[in-house]
């Protein structure tokens, strides 16, 4: 019995090649802003949630002469489990706030100078509503709250957004940890290992105790080189290692092991948007990621249902970039035109203008979605030593694009792809073994964004 190899490739040509009725668009639009304020920093804010526990935040105020500026102004919120206090968050908020904006970095629950005990996901809906409402309150705010942040700090976002806190006003959700049990943690029922390397190497190293005892840190850090041996360990076993010096670490690791292929457990708020829609906050949000991301199926989902379900302002812009890479032209080996990066800060600056300030800035008359559509370069090598891979802006009205087609590809003995099928007969033995059997793959070239149905 011969053995046919058989390669099954989803291929959305929209999203590769330029088809007719598709429209080229310029790069995307940024808001130049001289900064008009002064900026001060009060710093470590501590916000009692609902059950008692206290949050730590930074405020970034409009200052002159290290003086806040009296009056009110819209407030911009980032909750991150990373630390409130690294330069990038510090040149966020003053960016932000030199230019009439009040800037929150939260420190999540359990993480760093927040107080509580960590949860992944878990605790952000109700922690996140309750710090968007307690920033209504304040005397300086003019209650309204956009959010804004990558990855773990986009999933943040959404996570507050499917509690609705009345005075949520915009987002911009980057690369955003969502729909878990699909991709991202689970991927169609498998655990994706990175989140194990995430409790051992950014986790735990950083929990409450580590911070409070430098060598429980630094045998943590110590520890999280050792993930070779951990993962020959699997499964993890409650108390059979170092994570159980920071057990809170160490319970989530197994609770999310132990869940299947997207059961309820990932669908309750925080991990999971389209199956929170109804609750989902109605306001406008534009949806970031790439096509290099491994967030990007999830992204474009978000996109898709909300855009469906809500009267607000839904956008997508899907670049070529790697996770957080918003502001490079390039990734990996291969290098696009700089019209493929953003100025990031003042890209976002210019959502968030129209959304909390009503300037008239023609963010309403743009597409509803902007994908950078890679290739037709000269492929010879830059400057910089990557490869000219070329690539160009394109607008389209909705995603997946209406002229979408699914095309199978199928492997030949040449090792070439063709949409021909060809008898199994032309594969030739394959060892000869008596357990041979026919391999099936499927994938989406380009990207992961259409893999699955849901």
């Given amino acids: 019995m011969r053995t046919r190899r058989l390669f099954r490739a989803l291929v959305i040509l929209s999203s590769l090649i330029c088809l007719a009725g598709s429209g080229m668009a310029q790069a995307p639009a940024v808001t130049k802003i001289e900064p008009g304020n002064e900026v001060i920093i009060e710093k470590n804010i501590m916000v009692a949630v609902r059950d008692g526990v206290r949050l730590a935040l930074d405020l970034y105020r409009p200052s002159r002469n290290g003086v806040a500026l009296a009056g009110q102004f819209p407030t911009l919120l980032v909750r991150t489990p990373y630390d409130k206090d690294p330069a990038g968050n510090v040149a966020d908020g003053e960016y932000f706030a030199s230019r009439g904006y009040v800037v929150a970095i939260n420190d999540t629950r359990g993480r760093f100078h927040s107080e509580g005990q960590w949860r992944m996901m878990v605790d952000d809906p109700a922690d996140g509503y309750d710090i968007v409402e307690w920033i209504a309150r304040q005397p300086w705010s003019n209650g309204k709250i956009g959010t804004m942040g990558t990855s773990y700090v986009g999933g943040t976002q959404h996570a507050l957004a499917c509690l609705n806190p009345p005075h949520l006003t915009a987002m911009i959700p980057v690369d955003a940890l969502s729909n878990c049990g699909i991709a991202g943690m689970r991927h169609d029922g498998a655990f994706e290992l990175r989140f194990m390397n995430w409790i051992f ?18 045998a943590l850090v110590k520890n999280s080189e050792l993930m070779r041996q951990h993962i020959w360990q699997l499964p993890v076993k409650k108390g059979t290692t170092p994570l159980k010096l920071a057990p809170e670490y160490e319970d989530w690791l197994i609770e999310a092991m132990s869940h299947g292929d997207n059961d309820a457990y990932w669908k309750q708020p925080g991990f999971s948007v389209v199956d929170n829609v109804k609750s989902y906050a109605d306001v406008p949000v534009y949806h970031v990621t790439g096509w290099y991301d491994s967030w990007t199926l999830q992204v474009s989902m978000n996109y898709e249902v909300l855009s469906h379900s809500k009267k607000s302002l839904q956008r997508l812009i899907i670049g070529p970039w790697t996770h957080g890479g918003q502001g490079c032209a390039f990734a990996g080996e291969i290098e696009f ?101 026919q391999v099936s793959w499927r994938m989406v070239v380009g990207t992961s964004v259409v893999a699955r149905e849901w």
């Avoid at 190497?201 to 630094?218: F, H, T, V």
């Fill in 337 to 437: 035109p700089n019209e493929a990066s953003l100025d990031f800060n003042a890209w976002r600056l210019r959502w968030f203008d129209r959304r909390m300030k009503g300037v008239d800035n023609g963010v309403d008359q743009e597409p509803p979605v902007l994908l950078f559509v890679m290739g037709g370069g000269s492929g010879r090598k830059s400057s910089t030593g990557r490869m000219e891979h070329g690539g160009r802006w394109r607008e389209e009205k909705e995603w997946p694009p209406a002229r979408t087609k699914l095309v199978s590809y199928y492997f030949h003995p040449d090792g070439s792809l063709n949409v021909k099928l060809i008898h199994q007969s032309l594969f030739p033995p394959s060892g000869g073994t008596s357990h041979q059997r």
């Fill in 201 to 218: 190497s950014i986790g735990a190293p950083y929990s409450q105790a580590a911070l409070k005892n430098p060598n429980l840190k630094a």
